[in-house]
């Protein structure tokens, strides 16, 4: 049995704390392909396109029956949203207070 | 403290709404037709709370109903959880007390010797929403069904047909037979999780339980959805099965096994349970079926069917998977079993070669009765699709809705839009003594780019010539698994 301290949803946990984001780094990601590619980015031990010796597939985003669902396998053909605001990557990683002083909404 | 934030399924279009609503006077493109008066109720799934495993079923999600209702061209939608015993426990904790689909033993401690006792209250409502006898109420085939109040939504609590449905479960797919009115529902894993019993029903116009049959199935299987003829019940067992002993390991409740037959019983409709035969066939799977029909020895039973595992969040173990030989895709299919014949085979034809998708309906008036056409979605990767605008699902999505007249061998298609991903479609009568197909095939396209979702109307039998009105929210409304359209004298609707 899975051992019962998963009261969040794993998806593997990343070694370094994640650094805070400058202005550059938040408009460049904002611009980035995938919302999968940017998750999986700020978690590189699961990163399926990390560089260095060949390891073992990391659990993607796949897509069935008109939704998403998560691969564990790896072995699924990936689901990439479309890149910008709508598909909801990159505020998830903006602290709330920075994106208010970058972009003055209050 | 409500954090999806590491969820990566719940992204974009796909991030938890866990908002009720109402929206008084739709916005409407077209013209709605003014004889359609009745509702369109759908209910599908929506985390209260975030799953406690990555790799969870969102048939595991909570129920959600949404209630389009139409009356004299003007539609109002409501949106409503389904406060289940489950849900209930959940927002009191503030967090996700449940674990696995269907798997208590996964479930936090504070609970999971109750859950483990009595599965049943781990039921979501979320996979079917129906009436019966002046009552609305939701199913999942995990427990009993919950009764709503069809003019507010308001959930009213599970019901137990005056203490005269006796199985732990109820089936997301009771039949009503539209000569006699009866509902014919039932459980499987009747007594208990992993268990084989089934528990059979009758349930009369008035909602009284009139007849009970029991008998058992030759593996625990989901049995999801079942057939009826005037004269026959029809119960498909296929190659997703469970087991205490897998249910204890922490896996989540479905394993696929393609070493498993398929089983399809056949069962005398004014029969007892010594009567069921099985008949048995090559590995597939079955999830619903469309119609079936008794001709003279024979019946006749047609149904999307696959050969390969359906649901990749419901794996295989190790050495259980597909053979390579396997066909992959969902089609349209014919099941001919001879009651006459001594063997247990049956004849298996592939109607139509297109891949489609698994749920498929049908005009309800003619359910075990003779038919011509069957509905279901459809990706078409030769339609237009702008993947800059809704990702990178050309030829992945349900952009379709399909006619396909079973008498003709012909087929014809409805096209939502190219941002456009479809939920089930619902077949509504023009008239209540309209001819078979004269209708409308109405369903919600879920509009990617735009972010929000669309309850699109088509002629059913005009399909090529698109919307003849689509119903616009202003929001996305989360997954669908099925919904119905019940005309306005079945439902005291608001």
Not at chain 2, 277 to 305: D, Q
Request: aromatic share 12%; proline share 7%; hydrophobic share 35%.
């Amino acid at each position: 049995m899975r051992k019962s301290n998963t009261e969040r949803i794993h998806v593997g946990e990343s070694a370094a704390p994640r650094a805070r984001l400058t202005r550059r780094s938040f408009l460049g990601r904002a611009a980035s392909l995938a919302g999968t590619t940017t998750v999986l980015a700020a978690l590189p031990e699961l990163s399926p396109f990390a560089s260095g010796p060949a390891r073992a597939r990391a659990p993607i985003v796949g897509f069935h029956m008109d939704h998403p669902y998560f691969d564990p396998s790896g072995t699924a053909e990936p689901y990439y949203p479309p890149s910008g605001t709508r598909s909801g990557q990159a505020l998830a990683d903006v602290a709330q207070i920075h994106l208010i002083g970058q972009f003055g909404y209050c | 403290m409500v954090d999806f934030s590491k969820d990566p399924t719940a992204r974009g279009f796909y991030a938890p709404d866990r908002f009720e609503s109402t929206v008084y006077d739709c916005e409407v493109i077209g013209r709605v037709p003014s004889e359609m008066n009745g509702a369109f109720v759908r209910v599908g799934t929506e985390w209260l709370y975030p799953p406690r495993f990555a790799d969870d079923s969102i048939f595991n999600a909570d129920g959600f109903v949404g209630l389009f209702r139409f009356k004299s061209g003007v539609v109002d939608y409501r949106g409503r959880w389904v406060r289940t015993a489950r849900w209930q426990n959940d927002n009191a904790a503030h967090r996700q007390l449940y674990g696995y689909y269907r798997n208590p033993f996964t479930d936090d401690p504070s609970i999971r010797r109750e859950t483990i006792e009595k599965p049943y209250l781990r039921t979501l409502a979320n996979t079917n929403v129906i009436a019966h006898a002046g009552k609305l109420f939701a199913m999942k085939e995990d427990g009993p069904p919950y009764e709503l109040d069809p003019k507010t939504l308001a959930t009213k609590g599970p019901m137990s047909f005056e203490g005269r449905y006796h199985s732990e479960t109820f089936s997301a797919h009771p039949k009503v037979d539209p000569v006699s009115g009866e509902m014919i529902c039932y459980g499987y894993e009747a007594t208990g999780l992993a268990s084989n019993d089934i528990f059979l029903y009758s349930v009369d116009r008035a909602g009284r339980v009139t007849r009970e049959l029991r008998f058992k199935a030759p593996y625990v299987s989901m049995i999801h959805d079942i057939a009826i003829t005037q004269r026959h019940f029809v119960f498909p067992v296929f190659a997703f099965t469970t087991s205490l002993e897998r249910l204890r390991a922490g896996k989540i409740h479905w394993g696929w096994d393609a070493r498993l037959p398929t089983y399809i019983g056949i069962l005398p409709r004014d029969g007892a349970a010594g009567d069921l035969r099985w008949f048995k066939g090559p590995t597939r799977s079955i999830v619903h079926t469309f119609n079936a029909r008794t001709e003279g020895s024979k019946v006749i039973l047609e149904s999307p069917v696959t050969e390969t595992n359906p649901f990749p969040f419901f794996p295989a173990d190790p050495g259980n998977g597909d053979s390579p030989d396997a066909r992959h895709g969902t089609t349209i299919r014919r099941h001919v079993f001879d009651l006459d014949s001594k063997r247990d085979g049956y004849g298996e034809e592939i109607l139509f070669e297109r891949s489609v998708s698994g749920l498929g309906r049908i005009d309800d008036r003619y359910i075990s009765l003779p038919y011509r056409y069957a509905y279901t979605g459809f990706a078409d990767p030769n339609r237009p699709f702008d993947e800059s605008r809704a990702g990178n699902l050309r030829g992945r999505v349900t952009n379709c809705y399909g006619r396909f007249d079973l008498r003709a061998g012909t087929a014809a298609a409805y096209f939502a839009g190219d941002t456009h991903t479809l939920n089930e479609p619902v077949f509504v009568p023009r008239r209540a003594d309209s001819p078979e197909g004269d209708g409308y095939l109405i369903g919600v396209a879920n509009n990617l780019a735009e972010m929000r979702s669309e309850l699109v109307i088509a002629d059913a039998q005009n399909l090529e010539a698109g919307d003849v009105a689509r119903i616009i929210l202003p929001f996305r409304l989360g997954p669908q698994v099925h919904g119905n359209w019940i005309p306005e004298d079945r439902l005291a609707f608001a």
